[in-house]
T-cell receptor
Framework: SAVISQKPSRDICQRGTSLTIQCQVDSQVTMMFWYRQQPGQSLTLIATANQGSEATYESGFVIDKFPISRPNLTFSTLTVSNMSPEDSSIYLC?????????FGSGTRLTVV | GEDVEQSLFLSVREGDSSVINCTYTDSSSTYLYWYKQEPGAGLQLLTYIFSNMDMKQDQRLTVLLNKKDKHLSLRIADTQTGDSAIYFCAETETLYNFNKFYFGSGTKLNVKP
């Protein structure tokens, strides 16, 4: 299965600032997925990133708040913009290989 | 969206068997999955079962699927302290060119020595 490198692994940020999370895959993939895991909760899909087109956002998530880039088939970034304490979560990127989801180790974000 | 439900906590003694249960709603899911999340880590795929199977065994792990009742379970034999983690079941909805994952709330397994 694919190997995903995600960074930073954690960060503490001031409210009102933005953080960009990077996700690197060791093989070319058509789609990459970004999830949010709020404290004590399950994973919620934020958006699907397809190379060469705009990301598709799930209900409740908007591009202005979570802009995504997908410059090539092995890389994507998710930016959490104008952060508030409610954005404190783990953010994970994922790819689908062989029908199963493979996840990065996540970025643990704390907004103070 | 799809609905996947799990109990939140399970506590067992080391050496006992653990059984984690899950119910789901989408009968069209081709595979059903179990993921493990250790503290501070991402999700690790543990095992998965094809929807036409009713059982899959993989070393200490046994997955049982009751498709009629839409019930999935994960049995861990001889549970070890290293098995302490959160376990997520997941089903998928096949969209036009990818599988969208729906996760349960996760069951926190605590293994007491």
């Amino acid at each position: 299965s694919a190997v995903i490198s995600q960074k930073p692994s954690r960060d503490i940020c001031q409210r009102g600032t933005s953080l960009t999370i990077q996700c690197q895959v060791d093989s070319q993939v058509t789609m990459m997925f970004w999830y949010r895991q709020q404290p004590g909760q399950s994973l919620t899909l934020i958006a699907t990133a397809n190379q060469g087109s705009e990301a598709t956002y799930e209900s409740g998530f908007v591009i202005d708040k979570f802009p995504i880039s997908r410059p090539n088939l092995t890389f994507s970034t998710l930016t959490v913009s104008n952060m508030s304490p409610e954005d404190s979560s783990i953010y994970l990127c994922s790819v689908e290989t062989g029908g199963a989801g493979t996840f990065g180790s996540g970025t643990r974000l704390t907004v103070v | 969206g799809e609905d996947v439900e799990q109990s939140l906590f399970l506590s067992v003694r080391e050496g006992d068997s653990s059984v984690i249960n899950c119910t789901y709603t989408d009968s069209s899911s081709t595979y059903l999955y179990w993921y493990k999340q250790e503290p501070g880590a991402g999700l690790q795929l543990l095992t998965y079962i094809f929807s036409n199977m009713d059982m899959k065994q993989d070393q200490r792990l046994t997955v049982l699927l009751n498709k009629k009742d839409k019930h999935l379970s994960l049995r861990i034999a001889d549970t070890q302290t290293g098995d302490s983690a959160i376990y997520f079941c997941a089903e998928t909805e096949t969209l036009y060119n990818f599988n969208k994952f729906y996760f349960g709330s996760g069951t926190k397994l605590n293994v007491k020595p």
